[in-house]
T-cell receptor, first 115, second 113 residues
Framework: NAGVMQNPRHLVRRRGQEARLRCSPM?????VYWYRQLPEEGLKFMVY????????ESGMPKERFSAEFPKEGPSILRIQQVVRGDSAAYFC?????????????FGPGTRLTVT | QQQVKQSPQSLIVQKGGISIINCAYE??????FPWYQQFPGKGPALLIA?????SEKKEGRFTISFNKSAKQFSLHIMDSQPGDSATYFC????????????FGEGTQLTVNP
């Protein structure tokens, strides 16, 4: 059973460009979460999605950031007009429906560098 | 009220020793407390988790101790090994009724051979 998959693993963008980060949850998991990790810091929650629905986006910056989890295909975190401060590791996690136990399983992350 | 405070920031332990990492939380609504292990360049891996209806949970060399009244919980790594050298994060969640995890700032553990 494959784990959470993220691509690309590394992404370099120039200021002003768009960054698209993809996440495929574990098989059977219908809940996806995105977290951001700045260097030497803990993970900060960004958004929680279920298929075709954004459940909690309270951690998302108000501008330039958006996320989706379509009926088919991976979840996508989109950052428009990137700035240097967006450089970070972005992790996706997934959990099974029901979440009776609360576990979230993380992918390997996408390391975004803005030059 | 959503903060989770973790200490120490870094920890050096000799092989075979006990590593202890502490976390404190404020929001009494939290009802799920996982610990994650992260190696450089990798994603966090779920290590062990506890709910507040028990005071201790043990899995192999890893033990969580939970003190509900003090709003504190800790990770104990027995017989620490060099391969345990990693960054450890505590977290707190709201269980089925809410899904975000609030993470501590992390503890960088080094186990010397």
């Amino acid at each position: 059973n494959a784990g959470v998959m993220q691509n690309p693993r590394h992404l370099v963008r120039r200021r002003g460009q768009e960054a698209r980060l993809r996440c495929s949850p574990m098989k059977g998991h219908s809940h996806v979460y995105w977290y951001r990790q700045l260097p030497e810091e803990g993970l900060k929650f960004m958004v929680y999605l279920q298929k075709e629905n954004i459940i909690d986006e309270s951690g998302m910056p108000k501008e330039r950031f958006s996320a989706e989890f379509p009926k088919e295909g991976p979840s996508i975190l989109r950052i428009q007009q990137v700035v240097r401060g967006d450089s970070a590791a972005y992790f996706c996690a997934s959990s099974p429906p029901g979440r009776a136990l609360g576990e979230q399983y993380f992918g390997p992350g996408t390391r975004l560098t803005v030059t | 009220q959503q903060q989770v405070k973790q200490s120490p920031q870094s920890l050096i332990v000799q092989k075979g020793g006990i590593s202890i990492i502490n976390c404190a939380y404020e929001n009494t609504a939290f009802d799920y407390f996982p610990w994650y292990q992260q190696f450089p360049g990798k994603g966090p891996a779920l290590l062990i988790a506890i709910r507040p209806d028990v005071s201790e949970k043990k899995e192999g060399r890893f033990t969580i101790s939970f003190n509900k009244s003090a709003k504190q919980f800790s990770l104990h790594i027995m017989d620490s090994q060099p391969g345990d050298s990693a960054t450890y994060f505590c977290a707190a969640g709201l269980g089925p009724s809410g899904s975000r995890l609030t993470f501590g700032e992390g503890t960088q553990l080094t186990v010397n051979p």
